[in-house]
């Protein structure tokens, strides 16, 4: 009796808890906290934080491989998080799924009145090269013990693209991805800290009270004909971006030509909340002690910070440089849009000019660097998978 008291006692996870495996169920908590409380991107945090904390249950199995006899039978089914993030986030499905949603919620139509605002979003894209630079030497100094193949993949996150950031670090560093993941979606949650003080330290008052004209009507055509457009010229000079853009692009088809109405709703609601439930859990299956608490981390998330700043700052510059050449004056604020956080980076830059002049309403006019900028991130990341994973 005593024996079998004793064994099941060694089956307790309380026996078996080592301090690694508390300290990530601890951050687990930490994020599930920060998206009920705060309401940091709930949505994918909470399933993300929900994750981390059952992958690093001891003997619970949930990212546990399935085993197999020598006659190839299988005599152990594999844990939950394991078929999850095995089918849906190695294989990049569940990314693709989610671009595919994120186009359909798309408005391509500020973009298109001021087509201009493309160079803001390629402008906010500096962030990202700067930093794979930057991870490339700390790679090479000795201070942190990343490849190049790392660095392209930490880089990504300065485009404040969670499903992108997924997408590259899948194929380019998958044992980095729940840094990479948790960094990039934290940093699209903190957007309305982060930005702001870097709006005010690079323009003055007045440039911020400057008021934007009225965009152009967009035909219908228009909206139809770009997607169709955009698939075909990234499909024949980018190959390797054309699953992010591709999907991306689809889904904002069918939204825009109105003959499909029921695919467009499920592919904005049910379909892109069901695939964000299982892509926050398979995220949470890579925050297991042994993949997280290193020092490899804390550079990912300084670096994922820095590639932000970066982007956001370069995106105002642009504008600032735009101005010297436009007939028709730039709020430099939309720049900082120009990072592809839809709609929360437009949504600061109208705040911020808000508070400079009260008449100075320029939300639409920064969804059209924001939109830019999504796609600006995808070109990005299909250069770092032609460049680094070919």
Do not use: W
């Not at 099941?8 to 690694?20: N, S």
């Not at 957007?191 to 702001?196: A, E, F, K, S, T």
């Not at 892109?272 to 439930?277: A, D, P, Q, S, W």
Request: with cysteine.
């Amino acid at each position: 009796m005593e024996n079998k008291l004793l064994n099941l006692y060694h089956d307790t996870g309380i026996y078996q808890l080592e301090f690694g495996q508390f300290a990530m169920i601890c951050v687990g908590l930490l994020l599930v906290y920060l998206a009920i409380k705060k309401g940091f991107e709930p949505l994918l945090l909470l399933p993300i934080g929900i994750g981390a904390v059952l992958v690093n249950i001891p003997g619970a199995g949930f990212m546990a491989e399935p085993i197999y006899d020598a006659a190839g039978h299988m005599t152990s089914p594999g844990g939950l998080q394991y078929y999850i993030y095995h089918g849906g986030i190695e294989t990049g499905l569940f990314p693709l799924i989610i671009f595919m949603g994120v186009g359909a919620m798309t408005d391509f139509g500020p973009m298109l009145a001021n087509p201009k605002t493309l160079l803001l979003g390629a402008a906010a894209q500096f962030g990202i090269f700067a930093t794979v630079i930057g991870a490339v030497l700390l790679g090479a100094s000795g201070i942190m013990d990343f490849t190049l193949a790392d660095a392209a993949a930490i880089g990504i996150i300065g485009g404040a693209d969670g499903p992108t950031a997924i997408f590259v670090a899948s194929r380019l560093a998958p044992d980095l991805l729940g840094a990479i993941a948790v960094a990039a979606y934290s940093y699209m949650a903190l957007v309305p800290l982060i930005q702001p003080p870097i709006m005010r330290a690079l323009t003055s008052k007045e440039e911020r009270s400057i008021k934007m004209v009225q965009l152009r009507p967009v035909t219908k055509k228009e909206k139809i004909v770009f997607p169709i457009v955009v698939i075909i010229l990234v499909a024949m000079f980018l190959p390797s971006a054309a699953p992010l853009l591709g999907m991306f692009c689809f889904g904002n088809l069918m939204r825009e030509c109105g003959v499909v109405d029921r695919l467009s709703d499920t592919a904005q609601n049910a379909l892109i909340n069901i695939v964000t439930v299982f892509l926050g859990l398979g995220v949470g299956s890579k925050l297991s002690s042994e993949a997280f608490l290193n020092l490899e981390t804390l550079g990912i998330l300084s670096l994922g910070l820095i590639a932000f700043s970066i982007g956001t700052a370069a995106g105002i510059l642009m504008a600032k440089l735009m101005n010297r050449f436009s007939t028709e004056a730039i709020n430099p604020l939309i720049g900082a849009a120009g990072v592809s956080a839809v709609p929360m980076a437009a949504r600061v830059a109208n705040k911020v000019g808000l508070e400079a002049n009260k008449q100075n309403f320029l939300l639409m006019h920064a969804m059209g660097p924001n939109v830019a900028g999504v796609i600006g991130s995808a070109v990005a990341a299909g250069v770092m998978l032609s460049y680094v994973g070919g």
